[in-house]
């Protein structure tokens, strides 16, 4: 049995060594010689996980530790018997406590209460929910669009993408990247926001429009933007990191508490798929937090400095707990 691995998932190494050989590789360097006699493969986004690499293959169940799944095909997985899955809410409480960082930031650096402004919430899962309990503690009133959900339940709670950027003082998004959040917030969506708003990313780059945000930001069509994912990634916009008062390397959910749990859900995943019952109910343990702080100005301040640096500073992230 051989199992592929990024080499960059924390807590993973001599998990799965007693029952398999384990290769570790740099999630964008894996390839089609790489898997072709794999029976499991454990990545993270930096791996695109399709017919190019996989069709031939013995791979049997795809792990990705990550809260994203924009980098597997999904469909062709499915067609061919592959087993794929992600951690969906692995890391929330982390990026959720970003954007609390984000909120407590920009209100202190442009001298306004967050008590009483609107935070329209787009996409409102297991991230955008716990956004929504935090909005609630620093007394901001809350505006939610989340179609799927609405759908599901009824629109009773819920408003539509317009009434969020015409309602609220801050914009945060918290959707996955699909054909339909693909730059939701175009340059006609941007035209409609005022010199008061604020636009938070931490879901995908891909789903604001980078061009049409640069050009909204040099032309001051907003008070700020806060950025912690990126269009074409790790290759991002140098003129558009500059523009953002927070710019940060997609490290909003890299928390060890986040980091510990998407490993845990990508264990048992492969075990179940490969019938290793010893790790059925794997859990990575990580000690009591005895104090925990987090201050975002630090993440931006080092992707500033050297936006070259993104891999590493993701790749060499220092621990943080939530």
Same mark, same amino acid.
């Given at each position: 049995?051989?199992?592929?691995?990024?080499?960059?998932?924390?807590?993973?190494?001599?998990?799965?060594?007693? #029952?398999?050989?384990?290769? #570790?590789?740099?999630?964008?360097?894996?390839?089609?010689?790489?898997?072709?006699?794999?029976?499991?493969?454990? @990545?993270?986004? %930096?791996?695109?996980?399709?017919?190019?690499? /996989?069709?031939?293959?013995?791979?049997?169940?795809?792990? +990705?530790?990550?809260?994203? #799944?924009?980098?597997?095909?999904?469909?062709?997985?499915?067609?061919?018997?592959?087993?794929?899955?992600?951690?969906?809410?692995?890391?929330?409480? +982390?990026?959720?406590?970003?954007?609390?960082?984000?909120?407590?930031?920009?209100?202190?650096?442009?001298?306004?209460?967050?008590?009483?402004?609107?935070?329209?919430?787009?996409?409102?899962?297991?991230?955008?929910?716990?956004?929504?309990?935090?909005?609630?503690?620093?007394? /901001?009133?809350?505006?939610?669009?989340?179609?799927?959900?609405?759908?599901?339940?009824?629109?009773?709670?819920?408003?539509?993408? =317009?009434?969020?950027?015409?309602?609220?003082?801050?914009?945060?998004?918290?959707?996955?990247?699909?054909? $339909?959040?693909?730059?939701?917030?175009?340059?006609?969506?941007?035209? %409609?926001?005022?010199?008061?708003?604020?636009?938070?990313?931490?879901?995908?780059?891909? @789903?604001?429009?980078?061009?049409?945000? %640069? $050009?909204? *930001?040099?032309?001051?069509?907003?008070?700020?933007?806060? /950025?912690?994912?990126?269009?074409?990634?790790?290759?991002?916009?140098?003129? *558009?990191?500059? *523009?953002?008062?927070?710019?940060?390397?997609?490290?909003?959910?890299?928390?060890?508490?986040?980091?510990?749990?998407?490993?845990?859900?990508?264990?048992?995943?492969?075990?179940?798929?490969?019938?290793?019952?010893?790790?059925? =109910?794997?859990?990575?343990?990580?000690?009591?937090?005895?104090?925990?702080?987090?201050?975002?100005?630090?993440?931006?301040?080092?992707?500033?400095?050297?936006?070259? +640096?993104?891999?590493?500073?993701? +790749?060499? #992230?220092?621990?943080?707990?939530?």
């Amino acid at each position: 049995m051989k199992i592929v691995c990024d080499d960059k998932i924390p807590f993973l190494r001599g998990v799965f060594e007693p #029952y398999a050989e384990v290769v #570790y590789l740099h999630g964008a360097a894996i390839s089609a010689s790489d898997v072709k006699d794999a029976d499991a493969l454990v @990545v993270r986004t %930096r791996t695109r996980c399709d017919r190019t690499l /996989l069709e031939g293959s013995s791979v049997r169940v795809i792990a +990705s530790a990550t809260i994203g #799944y924009d980098h597997i095909d999904t469909a062709w997985c499915s067609e061919h018997g592959i087993v794929w899955a992600n951690a969906p809410g692995c890391n929330a409480g +982390s990026v959720a406590q970003w954007v609390e960082s984000v909120l407590v930031t920009l209100s202190r650096s442009h001298g306004f209460s967050l008590v009483g402004k609107t935070l329209g919430i787009v996409g409102v899962g297991h991230v955008g929910s716990k956004v929504q309990a935090l909005a609630s503690a620093l007394g /901001l009133r809350t505006l939610l669009c989340d179609p799927p959900r609405a759908m599901a339940e009824g629109p009773a709670g819920f408003v539509l993408l =317009d009434e969020i950027i015409a309602g609220a003082d801050i914009v945060t998004l918290h959707v996955p990247l699909t054909q $339909e959040t693909y730059h939701m917030i175009d340059a006609s969506v941007l035209g %409609r926001m005022r010199p008061s708003q604020i636009l938070i990313n931490s879901s995908r780059g891909e @789903v604001v429009d980078s061009a049409a945000l %640069r $050009e909204a *930001l040099q032309d001051g069509r907003l008070m700020a933007a806060a /950025l912690d994912v990126w269009e074409n990634e790790p290759l991002v916009d140098p003129v *558009l990191v500059g *523009l953002a008062e927070i710019a940060t390397p997609h490290i909003a959910g890299y928390s060890q508490d986040g980091k510990a749990a998407g490993t845990t859900a990508a264990v048992r995943v492969v075990a179940r798929t490969l019938g290793l019952s010893d790790l059925f =109910d794997f859990s990575v343990a990580l000690p009591p937090v005895t104090s925990a702080h987090y201050d975002v100005l630090q993440d931006s301040a080092r992707l500033k400095a050297d936006i070259s +640096s993104f891999e590493r500073l993701r +790749s060499d #992230y220092p621990p943080r707990r939530e």
